[in-house]
């Protein structure tokens, strides 16, 4: 049977290994648990929303239907939250944008449609928006609690047979002759595979270096990178919002713990990995007052965590998806969440099949001649 081993158990690894382990030999090692990573600090909203490229717009529909599979075979688990998508605009250049948006999004018959104040707030009844507001929404999109999903898809995987080594790192890739057979790990270990898939987020160039190879992913550790971002999260507060809402200076949903995650494009931008907490917890406040404004029931809330996040994100937006050398394959994308169940459909053919699914065609590592 074919060994493959998967570095990294963030959503795209163990979205793999769930997808793998019933026909192959599987391990999954992690310097930590299943998921907490990237994928579990991430905004998580499934969608197409934006995408004007024709082909990953429909790449990203196929995506959204390979989660809503996903959870009908996992019995509509709590971690996949298909709830819909508020958002509204109210500055003259915002309004044409969004009213644009949704008649691009309505010709290509995807769920968008605008709403009243008193349909936005049968929806989210906790939720304050200016009286002169452009309101739309997208009821076919949700989000997903990400280290919820990656810690149950890691445990089907292990219920087919994959292994879950956590606690170790990854310290070089192994091969011989150009060929990849596995990777040598920090506790000294060895483990051969005959497929090794790098899944290793933002890192994934540190450890694709080990085999002389890489991807063009920004650098995080560039002054001014957008790999960097901050996501705040507050106390608990019951039923403050339902669903994903994208308010003008901030987007938030519910957390797993009762609480709402907040994010804002302009925090962000300030954030980098050099940041101190001081200044992180600063901006988290600075969420915290954003978001009292439209969801009232916050004045009775704190912020619980302020944490940095890194994007895996391609220098030029789209998926890097395929072979570097022989035995060596890698998986690493920005929308990751939004990504993950589809692209594990896809890479599983391709790897135990030897097929090149047509759909995986422009997201291949090699189209960008050169790294950065
Ligand atoms: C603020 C923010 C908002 C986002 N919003 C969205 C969104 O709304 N929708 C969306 O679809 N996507 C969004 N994304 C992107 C999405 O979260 C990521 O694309 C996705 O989580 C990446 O998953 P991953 O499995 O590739 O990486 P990760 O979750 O980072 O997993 C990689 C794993 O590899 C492990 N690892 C790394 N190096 C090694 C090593 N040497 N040895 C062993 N293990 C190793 C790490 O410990 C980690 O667990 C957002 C990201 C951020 C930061």
């Given amino acids: 049977m074919t060994h493959v081993l998967i570095v990294g158990a963030g959503i795209i690894g163990t979205a793999l290994a769930d997808r793998l382990a019933p026909h192959a030999r599987v391990t999954v090692i992690d310097a930590h648990l299943p998921g907490q990573g990237t994928t579990a600090t991430s905004l998580a909203w499934l969608n197409a929303n934006k995408t004007i490229d024709p082909g990953y717009f429909a790449f990203r529909i196929e995506a959204l239907r390979a989660w809503s599979r996903l959870a009908i075979e996992f019995g509509d688990p709590p971690w996949y939250v298909p709830t819909g998508n508020l958002t509204w605009a109210q500055t003259e250049e915002a309004v044409a944008e969004l009213s644009?948006?949704?008649?691009?999004?309505?010709?290509?018959?995807?769920?968008?449609?605008?709403?009243?104040?008193?349909?936005?707030?049968?929806?989210?009844?906790?939720?304050?928006?200016?009286?002169?507001?452009?309101?739309?929404?997208?009821?076919?999109?949700?989000?997903?609690?990400?280290?919820?999903?990656?810690?149950?898809?890691?445990?089907?995987?292990?219920?087919?047979?994959?292994?879950?080594r956590t606690g170790d790192r990854v310290v070089h890739i192994v091969g011989d002759g150009g060929q990849v057979r596995g990777a040598h790990l920090a506790s000294g270990d060895t483990v051969a595979a005959d497929i090794t898939i790098c899944a290793a987020g933002w890192r994934t160039p540190d450890v694709l270096a080990t085999a002389n190879t890489g991807v063009p992913l920004l650098d995080a550790k560039e002054p001014g990178s957008a790999a960097p971002c901050l996501v705040a999260t507050t106390t608990p507060i019951p039923k403050a919002l339902r669903g994903i809402v994208h308010a003008p200076g901030i987007y938030a949903r519910p957390a797993w713990d009762g609480g709402l995650l907040l994010e804002a494009g302009d925090l962000d931008a300030i954030t980098d990995m050099n940041t101190p907490q001081a200044d992180l917890d600063t901006s988290a406040a600075d969420l915290l007052t954003r978001a009292r404004e439209i969801i009232p029931a916050l004045s009775q809330a704190q912020i619980s965590h302020a944490r940095r996040c890194i994007r895996p994100m391609p220098t030029d937006g789209f998926p890097l998806i395929g072979w570097r050398q022989e035995g060596l394959y890698v998986a690493v994308t920005h929308s990751g969440i939004t990504l993950a169940a589809h692209l594990a459909e896809l890479i599983t053919r391709e790897i135990l099949h030897g097929t090149r699914p047509d759909e995986l065609a422009p997201y291949r590592p090699d189209r960008t001649a050169k790294l950065p």
């Fill in 100 to 164: 644009a948006r949704v008649e691009r999004l309505q010709a290509r018959r995807y769920p968008a449609r605008f709403l009243t104040h008193d349909q936005a707030h049968s929806i989210e009844p906790g939720l304050v928006m200016p009286a002169d507001a452009l309101i739309a929404h997208f009821p076919g999109e949700g989000f997903v609690h990400g280290a919820q999903a990656a810690h149950a898809l890691m445990g089907r995987a292990q219920a087919s047979g994959a292994r879950l």
